[in-house]
């Protein structure tokens, strides 16, 4: 298995602009995690899906994200408009079926925002 | 309030010395507790997952502790290697599946 796919890997665009990370769970996994990462607040849950529905958005900053997940094998995380402070890693993790058998993160997309 | 609290908050230690780093929780229901290594540029890796009533759990030259009752784990390492250096994060999930991330301890081997 390749493990979980996220792309791209890197991202500069300028503030205003709609911004879409892609992720790619690992076949089998009924849980899907997106994660933002910064030095100041560590690891935050953005939103998590369990069978391709939301489960749980608490943790989207606001209306300018969204995230879908139109299939089992593929999700979305999208930021429209972009701005300075999205910058960021997003990481995207996906889980078997029980969260306690651990989680499997992908690479990060590094998004900045100029 | 569910918290993950991790000390020190960085570490520098020469290659081949021992080290511990400190995870401190207050979760309510606890479910389990996870360590994780994660390298410049990459993704967390899980290293070892303990639940309620376990009080070691070792992988390789990582040993992880909890202790239950004051709400502590610890992570030592081994006679560290230069490939140890990361940051570890340490990852509480609550009955309801809420998970609670610690900010990590950003671990420095110098040779």
């Known amino acids: 298995d390749a493990g979980v796919i996220q792309s791209p890997r890197h991202e500069v665009t300028e503030m205003g602009q709609e911004v879409t990370l892609r992720c790619k769970p690992i076949s089998g996994h009924d849980y899907l995690f997106w994660y933002r990462q910064t030095m100041m607040r560590g690891l935050e849950l953005l939103i998590y899906?369990?069978?391709?529905?939301?489960?749980?958005d608490s943790g989207m900053p606001e209306d300018r994200f969204s995230a879908k997940m139109p299939n089992a094998s593929f999700s979305t995380l999208k930021i429209q408009p972009s701005e300075p402070r999205d910058s960021a890693v997003y990481f995207c993790?996906?889980?078997?079926?029980?969260?306690?058998?651990?989680?499997?993160f992908g690479s990060g997309t590094r998004l900045t925002v100029v | 309030k569910n918290q993950v609290e991790q000390s020190p908050q960085s570490l520098i230690i020469l290659e081949g010395k021992n080290c511990t780093l400190q995870?401190?929780?207050?979760?309510?229901?606890?479910?389990?507790l996870r360590w994780y290594k994660q390298d410049t540029g990459r993704g967390p890796v899980s290293l070892t997952i303990?639940?309620?009533?376990?009080n070691t759990k070792s992988n390789g030259r990582y040993t992880a502790t909890l202790d239950a009752d004051t709400k502590q784990s610890s992570l030592h390492i081994t006679a560290s290697q230069l490939s140890d250096s990361a940051s570890y994060i340490c990852?509480?999930?609550?009955?309801?599946?809420?998970?609670?991330f610690g900010k990590g301890t950003r671990l420095h081997i110098l040779p």
């Open positions: 993790a996906s889980s078997p079926r029980h969260t306690s058998k651990g989680y499997t």
């Open positions: 303990m639940t309620f009533s376990e």
């Open positions: 995870c401190n929780y207050t979760v309510s229901p606890f479910s389990n």
């Open positions: 990852v509480v999930s609550a009955g309801d599946d809420k998970i609670i």
């Open positions: 899906f369990n069978n391709n529905v939301p489960i749980d």
